[in-house]
């Protein structure tokens, strides 16, 4: 009887955990995509120059890529939640730092660069820390429906962060802005602080004491060991780089191809995260897919029809706007959720085929090989849309994702260890 009552409370401290953590992770991020969006448009504004925008955008993504190896090693190595809880005080003292340097001093660029840079180091320890700690604080039953709100938050922070960074960027001084985003920060860290992020972790296994290389070395060596593992972050390194030309070749037929309007183009590019929210709280609520395999395969098979669909309408030379804009809104977000039918079930992989000791290295890796390959994607798609009609971008690239589906899922089969028992 003592027994079941420690499952039903562990159990209830599990779905408390969930709870803080989504809405830590929403606060935290909604705070980081607000400061970011407010710089840039103070760049903006300050410069009128593209390059000093492009510029900050490079400051906040190359640290993901040179720190996400390094964040997962000292994951494995260091208490998850002192790292989480740094990450977040850090991020609000250097809010604070800013305020006060910029009411004595102005705001050089280089220190808004350096923020970016900054900021993106602290993100990076607190995504590959909080994505290696979710079986330990929520239990294997519950990695799902942990990873799915994981989704969510980050999907509701992307809708939600710039609408509000819009808002205020318009009606305040961009003091009192920094000084909210540091209340945001500083908010999620107490909020995280009374998650118990070790709840289902094993007393009994003992960390094995290695130098930090050699730690390093060894989640390198894992990983190659594990055919899944490997495959998946194979497909990773490909889908994010043909991800790259979508993310490319959106903008310029919405805006270029299309002349669609600003206002039409925010709330048509928004509906991805509006779809990836939905389709993520929808998952949450269901039972645990078996084949998981399957379910990527077919979110494969479904985004490719979807990225091929975009080029559709510029083929064809349609100048109906309103057409053009339901269209769009409709595709995009149908887009959003089928990216959400293939993320869930890889994290669930990963978390499940991974011991809890290698999770952080893993999913560190992980952000590299995402972060890394992202930016080449969109310079040599980029460069194509100099060359050919924008409509063959989506063809080339839905073609591709087919081919995952087709060929690479194909040859992958699911351990046993990664499927519910029972």
């Not at 600003?262 to 269901?286: E, P």
């Amino acid at each position: 009887m003592n027994l079941a009552l420690s499952a039903e409370k562990k159990e209830r401290l599990a779905q408390r955990n969930i709870l803080l953590f989504v809405i830590g992770k929403f606060i935290s991020l909604s705070g980081a995509s607000i400061y970011s969006f407010v710089i840039g448009l103070y760049i903006l504004k300050v410069t009128g120059l593209g390059t000093s925008f492009a510029l900050a955008l490079v400051c906040a993504s190359l640290p993901r890529i040179l720190f996400g190896p390094i964040a997962g090693t000292i994951a494995d190595k260091v208490n998850r939640k002192m790292i989480i809880i740094v990450s977040e005080v850090t991020s609000g003292l250097l809010m604070v730092f800013i305020l006060i340097y910029g009411h004595f001093f102005g705001l050089p660029l280089v220190l808004l660069y350096l923020s970016e840079a900054i900021l993106a180091i602290t993100s990076t320890f607190f995504s590959v820390t909080a994505s290696s700690t979710l079986a330990s604080m929520a239990g294997e039953h519950n990695i799902q429906k942990a990873g799915s709100l994981n989704q969510s938050a980050s999907s509701l922070a992307g809708i939600v962060g710039p609408l509000i960074a819009g808002i205020l960027y318009a009606f305040l001084p961009i003091d009192l802005i920094v000084l909210l985003t540091a209340i945001t920060f500083f908010g999620a860290g107490i909020i995280e602080y009374f998650i118990k992020f070790n709840l289902f972790e094993n007393k009994s296994a003992t960390v094995q004491k290695e130098r930090f290389f050699h730690s390093l070395a060894g989640g390198l060596r894992y990983l190659k060991e594990n055919n899944l593992l490997f495959s998946l972050l194979k497909m990773a390194f490909w889908i994010n780089f043909f991800f790259a030309g979508i993310n490319v070749a959106i903008p310029y037929i919405l805006n270029t191809t299309l002349n669609f309007s600003s206002q039409a183009y925010g709330t048509t590019a928004a509906m991805v995260s509006v779809g990836a929210l939905v389709s993520s709280l929808i998952i949450s609520r269901q039972k645990e897919h078996n084949q998981k395999i399957r379910m990527i395969r077919n979110g494969f098979l479904l985004l490719s029809l979807l990225v091929i669909l975009i080029g559709i309408p510029p083929m064809l030379g349609s100048d109906s706007s309103m057409f053009n804009i339901s269209y769009y809104l409709i595709l995009l977000g149908l887009i959003g959720a089928s990216i959400m039918i293939i993320n869930i079930p890889i994290m669930v992989l990963i978390q499940r085929t991974t011991p809890n000791e290698m999770r952080g290295r893993i999913f560190g890796l992980v952000e590299t090989i995402s972060a890394a390959i992202a930016p080449l994607g969109m310079i040599l798609f980029g460069l194509l849309l100099d060359y050919i009609p924008s409509f063959y971008v989506p063809y080339i690239t839905g073609g591709a994702f087919l081919f995952i589906a087709v060929f690479s899922l194909s040859k992958l089969s699911e351990p046993a260890e990664a499927k519910l028992a029972g």
